[in-house]
């Protein structure tokens, strides 16, 4: 009877190399301590979540359905929760109805499980660069390639699309955050929408519409959501739509209820309710009965006017901050709305050797280096502005100023 | 500008091929009509589900953490939730810390995620024949092998352990519902317990020691569990554990809260976090909260007793009603305790053809053959108990009498 010592590193699957714990998430426990001012998360401002509002949604609901709320459910969600969603998704001429929608656990799960129905080994991925870290780690153990477009204050240019893949099998599929994107807030103009819609129809290259941040728009219209757009080159018809879209109540309503949503075409949602009873069977039948209520009770359009006002004076106070502090070390982004710009420091400076001596300075941001896949952005940063007080954000950023100066001149 | 039909069909990964429905939650919502007896499903009885506590304790959850309990939150899960299930999880002589647990959403999230990690493509997995459903969907995209172990009444056989595999490479990993195992209802016994641990860890098996039933127990005393046999081999050390265990509260708080976990070495934990963050971030912060709090406030110990009467009671009118009627034709096992038993017809009627004509009758069940993975199995079918009123059980079974008799003769 020899008790061997048993090995798990050498049993993980090969698919786990392209696993690392996310810099960001393991950056958020350093910089969960109260003397680090955070610009490093993607946190709304927990002062602002509906504490009240929940509390009584909650009663109401298990007042009204008992058991059932705490019950096994669909794969699919809740039946009245996908209606509200199709209603409020459905693009001007174009009726969506619930069997185009599909809860997931978070929008992250609405990625991963795209990832996992869409992509084969060897499959390009066309992404702004930079994009989403998430994404990137999602899709990663697929062994796709990402090939990066060049983006500017206007979103991505297009000028390398399609032809961006011609040494390898065309792209796939088009993964953007059209609205205030992470990590760069920007935005894709119009114009640009119109064409990359068009030109990924003609050339067969299918689009992820990932909107987390739509909602929180601080100054000027709304342009069409790219869904929009090529639901108008269909006639409206959601079984031929060309665009996935992918939304979230994470930064609406609350993020620790982890919904999110996928709209598509009916036979893309048959597949994604096949990966998912294989994968978590449900969401979380409570969450999305009190996100019903919460919806049904107006506490959307009652509260989103507080955050959009707050989170655009946080905005402003970074944006005043930067330009006093750091106007002669770098450049950054002006979102118009959203929780994120990022900054371009002037010198080749590493921000990933900078956070060492940011955090010991008591503040805390995403070295830029991991949005991009084509290995530049080093020297720029992102900061989150929703989730940090005015007053802290303006001192966050004189010492983020410091920080730099210092090592700049060091 | 031409607007192309665009067909997701041929977008589909080709791990989807691997994707079906499942047979089990299609049929759920056929069964849910409210004329047709359900023995299909696996839900626990949602009149004994916790309605008021769970009111009681969203409210004071509420009013303790405020915004904290819907916000975003660790990988992990809620750490004082990983410290509770670290001290009900330790067998005797051990002592799991919170850095062995890993909150997950359901425990099938936890079985996805174990396959994430740990399979490759060509790898064995040993199952007992039949075995859980969702698990086989779960991993077969990962193109694994499932070698079948053949059960009895005491669980799986060992004699083709390790041996069952030497056509292949070595099995890998050997997954087993040790309890009332699902579908048959069956325990695997203490001295089966024993040998496979010690075959296991010779043999370089990892164990997925699966147990969602254990504390739905009507009669017996409970063997100790692999977890526990395991770590009595390398002096209680939870970072040598050959057994990987699962286990959930949907059988026993509430299915939809949607709360699982995985207890392991923390290497295998750490492993994964790091597909949790690409998956879906993190567990729902609120279900977290809600069940600790529940937890404390002694919800599971209080309920327990009455959901195991209850349950007993319902599976022992199954179990006369089975004889009464269906003596005949078939026979089936005696389960001590869950939510299942499986039912072999003596002549080689298919159940999947049955089944048409059952609903018909007004009753569902699941056909056993989808739960076997050697192609056998279709003169079986999976009842559940625990989800239908005494009364209906017995009239459930004698309509299942008529059709399976008139089947037969016809």
Redesign the interface.
Known sequence: ??????D??R??????RH????AV?ELL?VAARPDIISFA?G??A???????E??QA??AV??RH??????????EGVAELRDWISRKESPPGAALSRDNVLI???A??AL?LLG?????SGDTVLVENPTYL?LL??W???EVRFAPLPSDANGMHLDRLPHVDARHARA?LLYTIPNFQNPSGTTLSEPRRQEVV?RC??N?I?IIEDDPYGELRYEGDAPPSLYALDAA??RGSPE???VLRVGTF?KTL?????LGWVV??R??I??L???R???????????QW?ALELLEQGTLEQRLPAIRTEYRHRRDVMLAALAEHLGAWATWTRPAGGMFLLVTLNTCISTAELLPHALKAGIAFVPGDVFHTDGSGANTLRLNFSNTPPDRIAEGIRRLAEVVSSRSVG
Chains 1, 2 share one sequence.
Not at 116 to 120: K, M
């Open positions: 009877m020899v008790a061997t010592h048993m798990w590193n049993r993980f699957a090969c698919r786990t696993m690392q714990r996310s998430r426990k998360g946190l709304p927990a002062e602002l979540l509906p504490v009240e929940v509390r909650t009663d298990l007042m008992g058991g059932r709320a705490l019950q096994y459910g669909e794969s997931a656990h978070g992250q799960q991963d996992r129905v869409l992509l084969d998430a780690s999602a990663r153990p697929w796939k068009q129809r003609d067969g299918g080159l269909v031929m739509s060309n994470s609350a993020p620790g209820l982890r598509a075409p036979m893309v048959d597949k309710v096949q990966a009873q294989a994968t978590d069977l449900h969401t979380g039948t409570l969450s009190i």
